[in-house]
T-cell receptor, first 115, second 112 residues
Framework: DVKVTQSSRYLVKRTGEKVFLECVQDMDHENMFWYRQDPGLGLRLIYFSYDVKMKEKGDIPEGYSVSREKKERFSLILESASTNQTSMYLC??????????????FGSGTRLTVV | DQQVKQNSPSLSVQEGRISILNCDYT??????FLWYKKYPAEGPTFLIS?????DKNEDGRFTVFLNKSAKHLSLHIVPSQPGDSAVYFCAASATSGSRLTFGEGTQLTVNP
């Protein structure tokens, strides 16, 4: 069964901490994405990557960075966590090229609370 | 600039009845449309899709309708079941694009 695995289901961090969210996929997908889900705002794209060491800003990149050193792994980094980054974070992956009818495969999400 | 909009945050229906979830888009370049379903504390899962060359796609209890002139699509679930209670996201992409743009989501509650 193909999978996108996010390392933590729930995290609680303090304001100002550096936070790492890890995502691993086993489908040999070229594309990987980080979204956050907030009530009333839907899924908003933070960063995405088309290839190893490649990254592109999404719609809300401020306060975040990413790393993709290996094809199967895409990490989201909160440089200095703030309370407004409390959210559900979702990682997704897809084959290269146009997403078309195939869409993404999502991980189960990480619920991050910053206190 | 919200290019994909789901104007109803919530919908409540009785078991066995039809659920209709709506989605509007503004970007004329979009030509693939997908619906995802999300349960609490889980990631979204793909439900059904449609390309712009069609106006209807059916998969079991789920049917998606596309009205290109109105830039509107809808998801019909019939008959609705309590297990369908979830948040439904509409998403769109352009042929040349590899990213999906999502709507805000609609919380569907199916009452027994």
């Amino acid at each position: 069964d193909v999978k996108v695995t996010q390392s933590s289901r729930y995290l609680v961090k303090r304001t100002g901490e550096k936070v790492f969210l890890e995502c691993v996929q086993d489908m040999d997908h070229e594309n990987m994405f980080w979204y956050r889900q907030d009530p009333g705002l839907g899924l908003r794209l933070i960063y995405f990557s088309y290839d190893v060491k490649m990254k592109e800003k999404g719609d809300i990149p401020e306060g975040y960075s990413v790393s993709r050193e290996k094809k199967e792994r895409f990490s989201l980094i909160l440089e200095s966590a703030s309370t407004n980054q409390t959210s559900m974070y979702l990682c997704a992956s897809s084959f290269g090229g146009a997403v078309g009818n195939y869409g993404y495969t999502f991980g189960s999400g990480t619920r991050l609370t910053v206190v | 600039d919200q290019q994909v909009k789901q104007n109803s945050p919530s919908l409540s229906v009785q078991e066995g009845r039809i659920s209709i979830l709506n989605c509007d888009y503004t970007n004329s370049m979009f030509d693939y449309f997908l619906w995802y379903k999300k349960y609490p504390a889980e990631g979204p899962t793909f439900l059904i899709s449609i390309s712009s060359i069609k106006d209807k796609n059916e998969d079991g209890r789920f049917t998606v309708f596309l009205n290109k002139s109105a830039k509107h699509l809808s998801l019909h679930i019939v008959p609705s079941q309590p297990g369908d209670s979830a948040v439904y996201f509409c998403a769109a992409s352009a042929t040349s694009g590899s990213r999906l743009t999502f709507g805000e989501g609609t919380q569907l509650t199916v009452n027994p």
